[in-house]
């Protein structure tokens, strides 16, 4: 089985900031790999698949990067309706989450 | 617009049964993988099942093989999961999610809202 692994668990930034997210596969995954944004009491949302692929609607200060094994999910100038908990998934061999990273506000 | 809604969540007692629905509309349900997915209260997600646009093959997390059946009927749009033999770890929120292919991969790109499953004494 492929196991994510997300890094940091959590993460305090302010308005306007630039934050990035690390998820590590155990092993390579190729491009296989999406990023979710999910508010309390909401669905998830997806915003980058294909590991760097932009879904349609979602604002271009995400940005997402990597292959193989390691990844990255970079927001730009951090907006308030950016804080919320972001979650990886590999779907290169069945589907696998990472654990999720937090962004509160510091 | 492209919808995905849960039904048949509720509380049921360790050892039952429940049936969850998922009615698809504003896509083509029969040309799309399909898939579950759960969030236990205050964690983050979990990937149970999953199941071919045709129904050729269907995919279960290791938590839930052979308790849980996933299934469609594509002349309903609607898919579905049998839960048996259900535990107090499969209390959560369960959702179903399209699945989008790319290069014979699946990815989930639209979301329902979940229905609530409570496995309790």
């Known amino acids: 089985d492929i196991q994510m692994t997300q890094s940091p668990s959590t993460l305090s930034a302010s308005v306007g900031d630039s934050v990035t997210i690390t998820c590590r596969a155990s092993q390579s995954i190729s491009r296989w790999l999406a990023w979710y944004q999910q508010k309390p009491g909401k669905a998830p949302k997806l915003l980058i698949y294909?590991?760097?692929s932009l879904e349609r609607g979602v604002p271009s200060r995400f940005s997402g990067s990597g292959s193989g094994t390691e990844f990255t999910l970079t927001m730009s100038s951090l907006q308030p309706d950016d804080f919320a908990t972001y979650y990886c998934q590999q779907y290169n061999s069945y589907w696998t989450f990472g654990q999720g990273t937090k962004v509160e506000i510091k | 617009e492209v919808q995905v809604l849960e039904s048949g969540g509720g509380l049921v007692q360790p050892g039952g049964s429940l049936r969850l629905s998922c009615a698809a509309s504003?896509?083509?349900?029969?040309?799309?993988?399909m898939s579950w997915v759960r969030q236990a209260p205050g964690k983050g997600l979990e990937w149970v099942s999953a199941?071919?646009?045709?129904?050729?093959?269907?995919s279960y997390a290791d938590s839930v093989k052979g308790r849980f059946t996933i299934s469609r009927d594509n002349s309903k749009n609607t898919l579905y999961l049998q839960m048996n033999s259900l535990r107090a770890e499969d209390t959560a929120l369960y959702y179903c999610?399209?699945?989008?292919?790319?290069?014979?991969?699946?990815?989930?790109?639209?979301w329902g809202k979940g229905t609530t499953v409570t496995v309790s004494s």
């Open positions: 199941i071919t646009a045709s129904d050729d093959i269907r």
């Open positions: 999610a399209k699945m989008q292919p790319t290069s014979g991969r699946d990815y989930v790109d639209v």
């Open positions: 504003g896509f083509t349900f029969s040309r799309y993988a």
């Open positions: 294909d590991a760097s």
